[in-house]
């Protein structure tokens, strides 16, 4: 399992300034609040709610690199934006070993934390996202995934209706 953490940085609690020096990060909440453990294997949530966008976030609380899309995650209008769009929201703290995010990470033949992969249920398939993302990246991610679920719900054709001689 050590082979996952490769990018971490075990018990520090600093990052890199643009100026060269360091700053301690002062958020250190864990995993984002109301998110739920990832307790089996994601294609088995993707079969069980096939329609339902779902995004996954692997990482430990240890790892500073993991702290940050749990801080970015934990913002007031990420949280809002993934509840409105539906989106199953699933935690994974490897901190103590998790056997099933482990195999996860494996599985999508990543070596190092974090992880964050979302499903997109207009076309079944689990995309991995980088492991640097602001809150405006989630925000359009959620925005497209919105608007590919509109699509698909009006038979794939755009729902823009037609004016009367056009």
Same mark, same amino acid.
């Given at each position: 399992?050590?082979?996952?953490?490769?990018?971490?940085? &075990?018990?520090?609690?600093?990052?890199?300034?643009?100026?060269?020096?360091?700053?301690?990060?002062?958020?250190?909440?864990?995993?984002?609040?109301?998110?739920?453990?990832?307790?089996?294997?994601?294609?088995?949530?993707?079969?069980?709610?096939?329609?339902?966008?779902?995004?996954?976030?692997?990482?430990?609380?240890?790892?500073?690199?993991?702290?940050?899309?749990?801080?970015?995650?934990?913002?007031?209008?990420? &949280?809002?934006?993934?509840?409105?769009?539906?989106?199953?929201?699933?935690?994974?703290?490897?901190?103590?070993?998790?056997?099933?995010?482990?195999?996860?990470?494996?599985?999508?033949?990543?070596?190092?934390?974090?992880?964050?992969?979302?499903?997109?249920?207009?076309?079944?398939?689990?995309?991995?996202?980088?492991?640097?993302?602001?809150?405006?990246?989630?925000?359009?991610?959620?925005?497209?995934?919105?608007?590919?679920?509109?699509?698909?719900?009006?038979?794939?054709?755009?729902?823009?209706?037609?004016?009367?001689?056009?």
């Amino acid at each position: 399992m050590s082979g996952l953490f490769g990018a971490c940085d &075990r018990g520090r609690n600093n990052r890199a300034t643009s100026d060269g020096g360091t700053e301690s990060i002062a958020w250190s909440g864990g995993t984002p609040s109301g998110w739920e453990d990832l307790a089996k294997p994601m294609a088995e949530y993707s079969s069980a709610e096939p329609n339902r966008p779902k995004i996954v976030s692997i990482g430990a609380t240890w790892c500073t690199m993991s702290l940050s899309p749990w801080r970015t995650f934990s913002q007031p209008a990420v &949280r809002s934006a993934l509840l409105d769009a539906g989106y199953r929201c699933l935690v994974a703290d490897v901190t103590n070993g998790h056997e099933v995010a482990s195999a996860e990470v494996e599985r999508l033949g990543l070596n190092a934390m974090p992880v964050v992969a979302t499903f997109d249920p207009t076309t079944g398939e689990w995309t991995v996202r980088p492991q640097y993302f602001r809150e405006e990246d989630v925000l359009d991610w959620v925005r497209v995934q919105k608007l590919r679920l509109a699509e698909k719900s009006v038979g794939g054709r755009s729902a823009t209706p037609l004016r009367v001689g056009d």
